[in-house]
Nanobody, 127 residues
Framework: QVQLVESGGGSVQAGGSLRLSCAVS????????MGWFRQALGKEREGVAT???????SYADSVKGRFTISKDNAKNTLYLQMDNLKSEDTAMYYC?????????????????????RGQGTQVTVSS
């Protein structure tokens, strides 16, 4: 099993920045592909970004150029740096992990496919 705990969410004005963190524990070898997805109130889940063990990253078009995913293997922590936030970025953000490879944009298109996910952290962007 893999346990994921997100932190760093909050309220920010449009144009601002936030950095989300995700602490990974348990059988971390089962988290070859990691990423973030989000879900706004009343909407479907949306893949945000993924990162593979070799550092390869993928982003949803809606966040490309504004968000950066990274990880610190020594700390078993995943990050999502979010800059130039927009009101449409308001959502619950979830950290996710999977034993499988990232398969290109697979987990971006199918965010319900992750093996493991955290409880989420709320991000609210006011215009």
């Amino acid at each position: 099993q893999v346990q994921l705990v997100e932190s760093g969410g909050g309220s920010v004005q449009a144009g601002g920045s936030l950095r989300l963190s995700c602490a990974v524990s348990g059988n971390v070898d089962r988290s070859r592909c990691m990423g973030w997805f989000r879900q706004a109130l009343g909407k479907e889940r949306e893949g945000v970004a993924t990162i593979f063990t070799d550092g390869t990253t993928s982003y949803a078009d809606s966040v490309k150029g504004r968000f950066t995913i990274s990880k610190d293997n020594a700390k078993n922590t995943l990050y999502l740096q979010m800059d130039n936030l927009k009101s449409e970025d308001t959502a619950m953000y979830y950290c996710a992990a999977d034993l499988r490879v990232c398969f290109g944009d697979y987990f971006l298109r199918l965010p319900n496919s992750w093996n493991y996910r955290g409880q989420g952290t709320q991000v609210t962007v006011s215009s």
